[in-house]
Protein backbone atom coordinates (compact mmCIF):
# COMPACT_ATOMS: atom_id res chain seq x y z
CA UNK A 1 0.00 0.00 0.00
CA UNK A 2 1.46 3.08 -0.86
CA UNK A 3 1.19 6.19 1.71
CA UNK A 4 1.36 8.81 -0.74
CA UNK A 5 -1.80 7.50 -2.79
CA UNK A 6 -5.13 6.71 -0.64
CA UNK A 7 -7.29 6.68 -3.23
CA UNK A 8 -5.21 3.29 -4.89
CA UNK A 9 -5.34 1.13 -1.46
CA UNK A 10 -9.05 2.22 -1.05
CA UNK A 11 -10.98 3.35 -4.23
CA UNK A 12 -14.16 4.56 -1.58
CA UNK A 13 -11.83 7.33 -0.27
CA UNK A 14 -10.57 10.29 -1.73
CA UNK A 15 -8.26 12.88 0.43
CA UNK A 16 -9.86 15.98 -0.69
CA UNK A 17 -13.62 15.03 0.20
CA UNK A 18 -14.68 16.12 3.19
CA UNK A 19 -17.64 14.26 4.79
CA UNK A 20 -20.47 16.52 6.19
CA UNK A 21 -19.34 16.03 9.80
CA UNK A 22 -15.72 17.24 9.50
CA UNK A 23 -16.55 20.06 6.91
CA UNK A 24 -18.95 21.67 9.86
CA UNK A 25 -15.77 21.15 12.01
CA UNK A 26 -13.44 22.89 9.17
CA UNK A 27 -15.95 25.74 9.20
CA UNK A 28 -16.47 26.10 13.09
CA UNK A 29 -12.50 26.29 13.26
CA UNK A 30 -12.49 28.90 10.59
CA UNK A 31 -14.83 30.67 11.93
CA UNK A 32 -13.22 31.27 15.59
CA UNK A 33 -9.89 32.11 13.41
CA UNK A 34 -12.26 34.65 11.61
CA UNK A 35 -13.01 35.79 15.52
CA UNK A 36 -9.97 35.50 16.75
CA UNK A 37 -8.28 37.82 14.05
CA UNK A 38 -11.46 39.87 13.86
CA UNK A 39 -10.47 41.17 17.97
CA UNK A 40 -6.61 41.46 16.80
CA UNK A 41 -7.56 43.66 14.08
CA UNK A 42 -10.02 45.94 16.11
CA UNK A 43 -7.24 46.09 18.55
CA UNK A 44 -4.44 47.29 15.71
CA UNK A 45 -7.07 49.62 14.20
CA UNK A 46 -7.58 51.22 17.47
CA UNK A 47 -3.67 51.51 18.56
CA UNK A 48 -1.82 54.38 18.07
CA UNK A 49 0.70 52.38 16.37
CA UNK A 50 -2.17 51.62 13.29
CA UNK A 51 -0.40 54.53 11.47
CA UNK A 52 3.23 53.12 11.98
CA UNK A 53 5.03 51.01 9.10
CA UNK A 54 4.24 48.08 11.77
CA UNK A 55 0.75 48.46 12.37
CA UNK A 56 0.27 49.34 8.59
CA UNK A 57 1.38 45.64 7.87
CA UNK A 58 0.08 43.78 10.88
CA UNK A 59 -3.38 45.35 9.80
CA UNK A 60 -2.72 43.89 6.36
CA UNK A 61 -1.68 40.67 7.69
CA UNK A 62 -4.58 40.14 9.66
CA UNK A 63 -7.09 41.10 6.70
CA UNK A 64 -5.42 38.66 4.62
CA UNK A 65 -6.23 35.98 7.06
CA UNK A 66 -9.81 36.90 7.58
CA UNK A 67 -10.14 36.76 3.71
CA UNK A 68 -8.42 33.98 3.65
CA UNK A 69 -10.59 31.84 6.32
CA UNK A 70 -13.68 33.83 4.77
CA UNK A 71 -12.80 32.38 1.30
CA UNK A 72 -12.11 28.36 2.77
CA UNK A 73 -15.56 28.96 4.50
CA UNK A 74 -17.02 30.21 1.07
CA UNK A 75 -15.71 26.49 -0.96
CA UNK A 76 -17.24 24.60 1.86
CA UNK A 77 -20.26 22.29 1.26
CA UNK A 78 -23.51 24.75 1.73
CA UNK A 79 -24.39 22.73 4.71
CA UNK A 80 -20.89 23.07 6.53
CA UNK A 81 -21.22 26.68 6.44
CA UNK A 82 -24.33 27.30 9.06
CA UNK A 83 -23.86 24.29 11.50
CA UNK A 84 -27.20 23.28 12.94
CA UNK A 85 -29.54 25.28 10.33
CA UNK A 86 -30.42 26.00 6.83
CA UNK A 87 -27.17 26.89 4.74
CA UNK A 88 -27.80 30.05 3.05
CA UNK A 89 -25.17 31.97 0.53
CA UNK A 90 -23.25 34.64 2.27
CA UNK A 91 -23.72 38.16 0.96
CA UNK A 92 -21.10 38.48 -2.00
CA UNK A 93 -21.16 34.36 -2.39
CA UNK A 94 -21.01 33.25 -5.64
CA UNK A 95 -24.07 30.26 -6.83
CA UNK A 96 -23.74 27.83 -8.77
CA UNK A 97 -26.79 28.08 -10.73
CA UNK A 98 -25.87 24.68 -13.08
CA UNK A 99 -26.05 22.26 -10.27
Same mark, same amino acid.
Given at each position: ???????????????????????? +????????????????????? &?????? &??????????????????????? +?????????? +????????? +??????
Amino acid at each position: MSVGNIGAAHPGLTAPALTSRSAQ +RTAASLQEQIRAAREQLNDWV &TCVSAT &TPKGQAEIRSLSAQISAAQEQIN +RLPPTAAAPG +RAAAPAAGA +RVDVWA
